[in-house]
């Protein structure tokens, strides 16, 4: 049997397994549900057992997934959300917008910038590009307002009212680079009713030290304010032994946020949000030769807190944004003024990216020193969208949008001996986009509800090279893209009962072209427009008088002309192209229950199927790996048949909660977390050393709440088995690879007042 037989072969096997899996778990459920169950005198003259289950039953979930609130089960999309102390445990040991990988179904998040510059992936869809003007097809959405860049992206979570993610195509409602999905961040907003608010310390392993705190006061009958920060640092840990920056891996993260509400009437009301951040601390640190060639595996006696490498290293963000939120609760509808502005005032990294010396650790050819990032970033955005208020079986929304982002990104060379700087490139690139969109939501009846939404997107790209010192490169120096897109989505839901519905849904999706800078040995490269056709049907009860709830989904996309990023090779380049068909299939499952009064559980896992399928698209390959992909021409390697980069094909995640009442309100309680992803690839080729083995992280947390949960005091570990792996590569001339943090152990101290 041939590659692609094999492979098509799996594919099938693998959707058969996904169709059992869909057809066992759910609709077992579903018949226990709904089995009858004979009611007796004496069972509903029970009040004692009434209370019991009334204590046992879950929050009702609500998300803003279709841009207004509504329950979690009749939202026709497959949707995650964390809240509460979910994001205090996953926040406590000073961990970055990374800590949510695997934490949910079908998302990976990894970075090769450190804390500064994330890449998201749901359902292994998603862009290896580390370049300023990357794009990617999973947006991140905070507070109503896209973070386009990606160095905006990974701004701290603190005081957040909620993290939503939602996967599948978005583009009717959210329209911005959503083909894969998006993960939506809610911060919590002022409130009317009263002062309130909370603060929290934490200190824990290589002094990694945290100060949280929000306070919201009204400021009037009409006015309220509430101000949050976060301040967070970290010790370096790592000591470098080839002569470069000496101690490394520590960071100092400053951000805070202010919000005023201002509400007259029940007819206006103004949301104003003005935050900031400023870090600095280290970049990636990359480690030369330790993978052990032949395997995936490090090299004997590799430890984590050395490095040998006599490059410098530091990384430096400024940003700041402001949004207004702007609402008219009018007779028959409601109307939204969305205004967005976010700045990158200055972020640059650099590293030592051979990641040794002359003299090893291993054999490094070459030296090569690098650093980049953004100059200037302006970011504008506006939305107006109408929602209708109709009693009856139809409702609408409705709205116009525009962006405009200018950017300035440079990268450089060094000198590894002097650190003097031998080259420099800087470039620049406007983008402006605006789109119309619409949805329709129609009630059949009571139990059947119809949904559909169109968009139509014009985004135009302008980018030019402004400044080549000592850098030579073929092709012209500016190039232009424009293309539009009509998006739509479509999807029905039917309530089998009360608790139970089911759902279906057909979506597509759009990314516009993008353009990478070029170097000298890469010209300008563009890719063209990508498109996502996907297809999706699931379940979502709530179980047991709700004690329990379940999600599941299964679902198959196709994408045409993806946007891939080859990085790296023996030429150490960087370029686009694209596949001309991608396949996704997968199957997703979220549950959670009150077991017993004490101990509660919930449990995410997600299979991810991807392939490439083109049979012309050819990468360079790794310096000195073992490849296991074709070699087509000298250097040039086929990549059809592969996975797409970064995306684990099983997702895994659980966590458990065990309280015991002390009194008094009391409550001493212990709580663990464990998610699991399994292996990867880091580049778009296979080989054998730079595929990332399964990753297993752990957490344990035990504390102590009183005087009515005004009071807590904890201690935690993070990463409690210290697994350590190897999570991304540098493949140009040696086997160089960055990893996960090892364990921690902390405490922490909290009060709410």
């Given at each position: 049997?041939?590659?692609k037989a094999r492979a098509?072969?799996?594919m099938?096997?693998a959707?058969?397994v996904?169709?059992t899996?869909g057809a066992?778990?759910?609709?077992g459920?579903?018949l226990?549900?709904t089995?009858?169950?004979?009611?007796t005198?004496?069972a509903?003259?029970?009040?004692?057992?009434?209370?019991t289950q009334?204590?046992l039953q879950?929050?009702t979930?609500t998300v803003?997934?279709?841009?207004?609130?509504?329950?979690?089960?009749d939202?026709?999309?497959?949707?995650?959300l964390?809240?509460g102390?979910?994001?205090?445990?996953?926040?406590s040991?000073?961990a970055?917008?990374r800590?949510?990988?695997?934490?949910?179904?079908?998302?990976n998040?990894?970075?090769?910038?450190?804390r500064?510059?994330?890449r998201?992936y749901?359902r292994g869809?998603g862009?290896?590009d580390f370049?300023t003007?990357?794009?990617?097809?999973v947006s991140?959405?905070f507070?109503?307002?896209?973070?386009e860049?990606?160095?905006?992206?990974?701004f701290?979570?603190?005081?957040l009212?909620?993290?939503?993610?939602l996967r599948?195509p978005?583009?009717t409602?959210?329209g911005?680079?959503?083909?894969?999905?998006?993960v939506?961040f809610?911060s919590?907003k002022p409130s009317?009713?009263?002062?309130?608010g909370?603060y929290s310390?934490?200190?824990g392993?290589h002094?990694?030290?945290?100060?949280?705190?929000?306070?919201?006061?009204?400021?009037?009958?009409q006015?309220?304010?509430?101000?949050s920060?976060l301040v967070e640092?970290?010790?370096?840990?790592?000591?470098?032994?080839?002569?470069g920056t000496?101690?490394?891996e520590?960071?100092?993260?400053?951000?805070?946020r202010?919000?005023?509400?201002?509400?007259?009437?029940?007819t206006?009301?103004a949301?104003?949000?003005?935050h900031?951040?400023a870090?600095?601390?280290?970049?990636r640190l990359?480690r030369a030769n330790?993978l052990?060639?032949g395997?995936n595996?490090?090299?004997?006696?590799?430890d984590?807190s050395q490095?040998?490498?006599?490059?410098l290293?530091s990384?430096s963000l400024?940003?700041a944004g402001?949004?207004?939120r702007?609402?008219?609760n009018?007779e028959?509808?409601?109307?939204?003024?969305?205004?967005?502005?976010?700045?990158?005032?200055s972020y640059?990294s650099?590293?030592?990216i051979d990641?040794?010396?002359?003299t090893?650790?291993?054999?490094i050819?070459?030296?090569?020193q690098?650093g980049g990032g953004v100059g200037?970033?302006k970011?504008?955005?506006?939305e107006?969208r109408?929602?209708s208020?109709?009693d009856?079986?139809l409702?609408?929304q409705t709205?116009l949008y525009?962006?405009?982002?200018?950017?300035?990104?440079?990268s450089?060379n060094?000198?590894?001996?002097t650190q003097?700087?031998?080259?420099?490139?800087?470039?620049?690139q406007?983008n402006?986009a605006?789109?119309v969109f619409?949805s329709l939501?129609y009630?059949?009846n009571d139990?059947f509800?119809?949904?559909?939404?169109?968009?139509y997107?014009?985004?135009?790209k302008?980018?030019?090279t402004?400044?080549a010192?000592n850098v030579?490169?073929s092709g012209p120096?500016?190039?232009s893209?424009?293309?539009?897109n009509v998006s739509w989505d479509?999807s029905?839901?039917?309530?089998?009962?009360n608790d139970?519905?089911?759902y279906?849904r057909?979506a597509?999706?759009?990314?516009?072209p993008?353009?990478a800078?070029?170097?000298?040995?890469?010209?300008?490269?563009?890719a063209?427009a990508?498109?996502?056709?996907s297809y999706e049907?699931?379940?979502?009860a709530?179980?047991?008088?709700r004690?329990a709830?379940a999600?599941?989904s299964?679902y198959s996309y196709?994408?045409?002309n993806?946007q891939l990023t080859?990085?790296g090779g023996?030429?150490?380049?960087?370029?686009?192209v694209?596949?001309?068909?991608t396949v996704?299939?997968?199957a997703?499952?979220d549950?959670?229950?009150n077991?017993t009064e004490?101990?509660?559980?919930?449990?995410?896992?997600?299979?991810?199927y991807?392939q490439i399928?083109?049979?012309?698209?050819l990468?360079a390959?790794?310096a000195?790996c073992?490849?296991?992909?074709?070699?087509v021409?000298p250097g040039l390697?086929?990549i059809?048949g592969?996975?797409?980069?970064?995306?684990?094909k099983?997702i895994?995640n659980?966590?458990?909660?065990?309280g015991i009442p002390?009194?008094?309100n009391?409550e001493?309680?212990f709580y663990?977390?464990w998610s699991?992803r399994?292996?990867?690839?880091?580049?778009l080729?296979?080989?054998t050393?730079?595929?990332g083995?399964?990753?297993?992280?752990?957490?344990?947390?035990?504390?102590?709440?009183?005087?009515?949960d005004?009071?807590?005091?904890?201690?935690?570990?993070?990463?409690?088995?210290n697994?350590?792996?190897?999570?991304g590569?540098i493949?140009?001339?040696?086997?160089t690879?960055?990893?996960?943090?090892p364990?921690?152990?902390g405490v922490?101290?909290?009060?709410?007042?």
């Amino acid at each position: 049997m041939g590659k692609k037989a094999r492979a098509r072969a799996h594919m099938r096997c693998a959707h058969k397994v996904v169709l059992t899996l869909g057809a066992a778990l759910p609709f077992g459920a579903v018949l226990a549900q709904t089995a009858p169950v004979p009611a007796t005198p004496a069972a509903s003259a029970a009040p004692a057992a009434d209370t019991t289950q009334s204590n046992l039953q879950l929050e009702t979930m609500t998300v803003t997934a279709q841009r207004k609130v509504e329950k979690i089960k009749d939202v026709p999309i497959s949707v995650t959300l964390l809240k509460g102390e979910t994001l205090d445990v996953l926040n406590s040991g000073g961990a970055d917008i990374r800590v949510l990988a695997a934490k949910v179904p079908s998302l990976n998040i990894e970075s090769s910038n450190g804390r500064t510059f994330p890449r998201f992936y749901i359902r292994g869809y998603g862009n290896t590009d580390f370049s300023t003007f990357a794009s990617q097809p999973v947006s991140l959405v905070f507070d109503d307002v896209v973070q386009e860049n990606a160095a905006l992206k990974g701004f701290p979570m603190f005081d957040l009212a909620g993290v939503e993610v939602l996967r599948g195509p978005q583009g009717t409602l959210f329209g911005r680079n959503t083909p894969a999905g998006v993960v939506k961040f809610d911060s919590a907003k002022p409130s009317l009713d009263g002062v309130s608010g909370y603060y929290s310390v934490s200190d824990g392993t290589h002094n990694t030290a945290n100060v949280e705190a929000a306070v919201n006061v009204p400021l009037s009958d009409q006015w309220a304010m509430r101000f949050s920060t976060l301040v967070e640092h970290r010790d370096n840990w790592v000591t470098n032994n080839g002569g470069g920056t000496p101690n490394l891996e520590g960071y100092d993260e400053r951000a805070g946020r202010l919000q005023f509400l201002y509400k007259p009437d029940g007819t206006f009301n103004a949301l104003f949000n003005i935050h900031a951040r400023a870090t600095t601390g280290s970049a990636r640190l990359f480690r030369a030769n330790i993978l052990e060639p032949g395997t995936n595996g490090f090299v004997p006696g590799f430890d984590p807190s050395q490095v040998t490498f006599n490059g410098l290293n530091s990384q430096s963000l400024h940003t700041a944004g402001g949004s207004a939120r702007l609402t008219w609760n009018l007779e028959n509808v409601k109307l939204y003024s969305i205004t967005g502005y976010e700045t990158i005032s200055s972020y640059f990294s650099r590293g030592d990216i051979d990641g040794g010396t002359p003299t090893g650790p291993g054999f490094i050819p070459f030296q090569v020193q690098t650093g980049g990032g953004v100059g200037d970033d302006k970011q504008f955005s506006q939305e107006f969208r109408l929602e209708s208020k109709n009693d009856g079986p139809l409702n609408w929304q409705t709205g116009l949008y525009y962006f405009n982002e200018d950017v300035t990104g440079n990268s450089a060379n060094f000198n590894s001996t002097t650190q003097q700087q031998t080259s420099y490139l800087q470039n620049r690139q406007k983008n402006t986009a605006y789109a119309v969109f619409g949805s329709l939501t129609y009630d059949v009846n009571d139990r059947f509800k119809l949904r559909g939404g169109l968009r139509y997107t014009q985004d135009k790209k302008d980018f030019s090279t402004e400044v080549a010192d000592n850098v030579r490169f073929s092709g012209p120096g500016s190039i232009s893209e424009s293309k539009s897109n009509v998006s739509w989505d479509a999807s029905a839901n039917y309530a089998l009962t009360n608790d139970i519905t089911t759902y279906a849904r057909v979506a597509t999706g759009f990314r516009a072209p993008s353009i990478a800078a070029p170097s000298s040995s890469v010209p300008i490269t563009v890719a063209n427009a990508e498109t996502i056709t996907s297809y999706e049907t699931g379940i979502k009860a709530d179980l047991f008088n709700r004690r329990a709830r379940a999600n599941f989904s299964i679902y198959s996309y196709d994408v045409k002309n993806q946007q891939l990023t080859a990085v790296g090779g023996a030429s150490n380049s960087i370029s686009l192209v694209n596949a001309a068909k991608t396949v996704g299939r997968g199957a997703e499952l979220d549950l959670e229950a009150n077991l017993t009064e004490r101990l509660r559980m919930t449990f995410g896992g997600s299979y991810n199927y991807t392939q490439i399928r083109d049979p012309n698209l050819l990468v360079a390959g790794c310096a000195t790996c073992t490849m296991l992909n074709t070699q087509v021409r000298p250097g040039l390697y086929s990549i059809d048949g592969n996975a797409l980069p970064q995306a684990p094909k099983w997702i895994a995640n659980v966590t458990a909660r065990y309280g015991i009442p002390l009194g008094n309100n009391d409550e001493l309680y212990f709580y663990t977390d464990w998610s699991y992803r399994s292996k990867i690839n880091f580049f778009l080729y296979n080989s054998t050393e730079f595929t990332g083995k399964p990753l297993l992280e752990g957490g344990l947390r035990m504390g102590y709440k009183w005087d009515g949960d005004k009071y807590e005091i904890a201690a935690f570990a993070r990463n409690i088995t210290n697994k350590v792996v190897a999570t991304g590569g540098i493949d140009f001339n040696n086997l160089t690879a960055f990893i996960n943090d090892p364990r921690m152990f902390g405490v922490q101290f909290r009060s709410n007042f």
